[in-house]
Structures are given as structure tokens and as C-alpha cells.
């Protein structure tokens, strides 16, 4: 089925683990993003991609690692997770960006616990 | 720095009756997209309604609509006729990221009561 999807959707770990959360979107978007979700922060932005082999950081990009060799995936890479990394991850695809960024589709969301 | 921001926390409102939700943004550009954005416990975030900065008109999708005010930089999300499967958190964003992303208020948690 077409869409954005996210893998794993629910993850517990321990402090200094290397943790990986995938996103694979079949629309052929250009622009993908990762947000972390945290109470009294709403989404913010941690990486982005405008397309494949360009990526660029976001508001919160700190021990976090992304890579984008194909246009579908975009995967978010933990160095050495730390307990403030416990979060909620989306992944978002969209269409377009700059000033005029249309509507974003979501993934599910992966639930990260660091321990 | 664009910003957005949602004053209220947290709402409630009984089945059936109107609630509207806040919203202002900041912003240096002309053109652009601002979303209501829907997220119930199952966690999924699911686009509510779009407005283009450069239409005058308010958007409305069934039971939804906006009160778009571009001079104030206002953007309030009205539910009409609330439904109990309209209790979850509601985002503000803004399409005037830099990085070609959307900026998110904080989000107001929306409780509707039988």
C-alpha cells in the first residue's frame, strides 16, 4: 500500500546503544523530515532532506544521524541514546518545500524509551 | 525565528456545542500554507483543514473552519456540532520553515464530554 511507514513503532533501550528508526514513504516525495514529539514542546524539527544525498539539520539536531542514499528512506540513527531521547518520532514526507511547504503526510510514529 | 503559538493547553466542550481553538503565528512571508492538524490517542497526526495565506476566503471542510486573519496573524479553528471522536490534541503549523518544514504550536488537548 502507498504511504509512509515506520519501523519500529515501539523501541526500549538502554543509555548508549546505537538505535536506528527507519522511514520508507512510496509517493516519491522530495522533501522528508524527522520531528520528535514531547509534552509542552509539540513537533520539533530534527532533521530534513530535499531530496537524496542532501540532508540538513533542524532545530534539535544533537546525537542524531540521518542518511538518505534513496529518495524513499530516510533513516534516523541514535549514536549513543541518552534518557533525554526518550520521545515520540515522526517521519513526514511532503511534495514541496520552502515557503510555500504544502501539507505533510505522517508516519505512525516509533515510541523510543531510553533506559 | 518564525514561530507559532497556541494559547490554550487544554479545552473542553460538551457533545454538540461549538469550541474554537487559538492560534498565531509569526512570520516574514507573503505566501504561505497554514494546517490544523488532528492527533487522537492512537498517535496518527491527521491534516484537519489548509489554509493558503493568499486566499481572503476562510477554508471549511464539513464540520471545520477557520477564522483567518493575515493583518493579526491569526489562525482559530472552530468545530461545530463536537463529536466525542474529536477529543485529542490539536496542532497549529505553520508551511514557512526555512528548512521546508512546518512549524508547530504547542497544542491544545481537546476534551469532549457526553
Known amino acids: 500500500d502507498a504511504g509512509i511507514t515506520q519501523s519500529p513503532r515501539y523501541k526500549i533501550t538502554e543509555t548508549g546503544r546505537q538505535v536506528t528508526l527507519m522511514c520508507h514513504q512510496t509517493?516519491?516525495?522530495?522533501?522528508m523530515f524527522w520531528y520528535r514529539q514531547d509534552l509542552g514542546h509539540g513537533l520539533r524539527l530534527i532533521y530534513y532532506s530535499a531530496a537524496a544525498d542532501i540532508t540538513d539539520k533542524g532545530e534539535v539536531p544533537d546525537g542524531y544521524v540521518v542518511s538518505r542514499s534513496k529518495t524513499e528512506n530516510f533513516p534516523l540513527t541514535l549514536e549513543s541514546a541518552t534518557r533525554s531521547q526518550t520521545s515520540v518520532y515522526f517521519c513526514a514526507s511532503s511534495f514541496s518545500g520552502g515557503p510555500n511547504t504544502g501539507e505533510l503526510f505522517f508516519g505512525e510514529g516509533s515510541r523510543l524509551t531510553v533506559l | 525565528a518564525q514561530t507559532v503559538t497556541q494559547s490554550q493547553p487544554e479545552m473542553s466542550v460538551q457533545e454538540a456545542e461549538t469550541v474554537t481553538l487559538s492560534c498565531t503565528y509569526d512570520?516574514?512571508?507573503?505566501?504561505?500554507?497554514l494546517f490544523w492538524y488532528k492527533q487522537p490517542p492512537s498517535r496518527q497526526m491527521i491534516l484537519v483543514i489548509r489554509q493558503e495565506a493568499y486566499k481572503q476566503q476562510n477554508a471549511t471542510e464539513n464540520r471545520f473552519s477557520v477564522n483567518f486573519q493575515k493583518a493579526a496573524k491569526s489562525f482559530s479553528l472552530k468545530i461545530s456540532d463536537s463529536q466525542l471522536g474529536d477529543t485529542a490534541m490539536y496542532f497549529c503549523?505553520?508551511?514557512?520553515?526555512?528548512?521546508?518544514?512546518?512549524?508547530f504550536g504547542k497544542g491544545t488537548k481537546l476534551s469532549v464530554k457526553p
Open positions: 512570520t516574514s512571508e507573503n505566501n504561505y500554507y
Open positions: 509517493w516519491s516525495h522530495s522533501y
Open positions: 503549523a505553520h508551511g514557512g520553515g526555512s528548512q521546508g518544514n512546518l512549524i
